[in-house]
C-alpha cells in the first residue's frame, strides 16, 4: 500500500504583524523570512514525519528546487514532481500578536499540471493505495475521476473550498478531513452537530474528521462519533497547525483504523507545530509527539 500526496509545492513569504492590514492601510511588519509552504508540501512533510512512505506529485519552477530537496531530505519520494519554467506557487502570509495567520495564495506552477502528467503519475499506483488531495493545484476533477478508475481511496481536504468540489463524485472519498469553516461553507450550517449532520449524510461511506481549532476536532469512524479536545500550550505561529493534524490523523489512521487514537496524535503534533515558527520547519517528527503525550499523561 503507498500513499500518494498529489499537491501544491509552494514558497512562504511570512510577515509578522501588529495585526491584519486592512483595505487602504499601509502597515509596517515587524519580521520577514521565508519558508517552504504550500498544504501539499505541508502533509507530505507530515506525512513521512508521522512514519509513512509517502509520494509527492506536483510541479516547481525555477526557484523551486529547494522544495523538492526538503521533501527528499524527509524521506518522501520525489520523482513525480515535475519542473518548468516559471514561479512556483508562492504564499504571502502575515502572523498578528496572538499567532492568527492570514493567508494569500499565488498558484504559480501549481496551476500548470497537466492531464499528461497526472495520467504519468498514477499509472504508478494501483488499486488499494492512498491519495491524499487537496484543492490548490489545477485539474483536481481529472485527478479525481482518475483515481476513482483506479481504485484508489481518497482522502480530501477541501482546502481552499470552492463550490466547484460539489460537483465530484464525493461518495467515492474515503477519508474527508476539513475545519469548521470549510465545514459551514461545504454545507450551509452554522453549528459543529448541523454541520457534522449534513456532512454524515452526504459522505455516507466516509471517515469524517472536522477540526474546530482550540475547541479541539470531531470524528465520525462510519458508526459512532468522537471528541477530542486541544493541549493548553503557548501558541507562535499557527500556520501548519491544519497540515500537521491532517498527517499525523491519516498515519495513525491508516496503522491502527482506531480513529480515537488518531484524533488524540493529531492533536498533540498540531499542538508541538504552534509552538514554532514557520510551516514545514514547525512540523514535529513521531517520536516529539511520543514524548509530549508520555510527558503530560
Do not use: W
Request: glycine share 8%.
Amino acid at each position: 500500500m503507498k500513499v500518494l500526496n498529489f499537491g501544491s509545492l509552494n514558497i512562504d513569504r511570512v510577515y509578522q504583524v501588529p495585526h491584519f492590514v486592512s483595505a487602504g492601510e499601509t502597515l509596517l511588519s515587524t519580521e520577514y523570512a521565508l519558508f517552504p509552504g504550500g498544504k501539499g508540501l505541508n502533509q507530505s512533510i507530515a506525512l513521512a514525519r508521522a512514519g509513512l512512505d509517502v509520494y509527492h506529485a506536483g510541479k516547481i519552477g525555477e526557484d523551486g528546487a529547494f522544495l523538492k530537496a526538503l521533501l527528499a531530505e524527509n524521506h518522501v519520494n520525489t520523482d513525480h514532481i515535475f519542473s518548468e519554467n516559471g514561479a512556483t506557487g508562492h504564499a504571502i502570509i502575515q502572523v498578528d500578536k496572538a499567532g492568527q495567520n492570514c493567508i494569500l495564495l499565488f498558484g504559480g506552477t501549481n496551476q500548470t499540471i497537466t492531464c499528461e502528467e497526472i495520467d504519468q503519475v498514477l499509472s504508478c499506483f494501483m488499486r488499494g493505495d492512498y491519495i491524499v488531495l487537496q484543492n490548490e493545484i489545477s485539474n483536481l476533477d481529472y485527478i479525481f475521476d482518475s483515481a476513482i478508475k483506479r481504485g484508489l481511496r481518497i482522502v480530501l481536504n477541501p482546502s481552499p473550498y470552492t463550490p466547484a468540489l460539489l460537483d465530484y463524485d464525493l461518495s467515492a472519498v474515503d477519508v474527508l478531513m476539513l475545519n469548521e469553516v470549510e465545514g459551514k461553507m461545504m454545507t450551509g450550517q452554522s453549528s459543529e452537530d448541523c454541520i457534522m449532520d449534513a456532512l454524515i449524510a452526504r459522505f455516507k461511506n466516509a471517515v469524517i474528521v472536522l477540526t474546530l481549532g482550540p475547541d479541539g476536532s470531531i470524528c465520525y469512524d462510519r458508526e459512532r462519533i468522537h471528541r477530542f479536545g486541544t493541549y493548553e500550550v503557548p501558541i507562535v505561529d499557527t500556520t501548519a497547525a491544519g497540515d500537521t493534524f491532517t498527517g499525523f490523523f491519516l498515519e495513525a489512521y491508516i496503522s491502527t483504523a482506531d480513529c480515537a487514537h488518531a484524533l488524540k496524535m493529531a492533536s498533540a503534533a498540531a499542538s508541538i507545530a504552534v509552538g514554532n515558527a514557520g510551516a514545514a520547519k514547525s512540523i514535529p517528527y513521531k517520536e516529539n509527539v511520543i514524548a509530549f503525550l508520555t510527558k503530560i499523561e
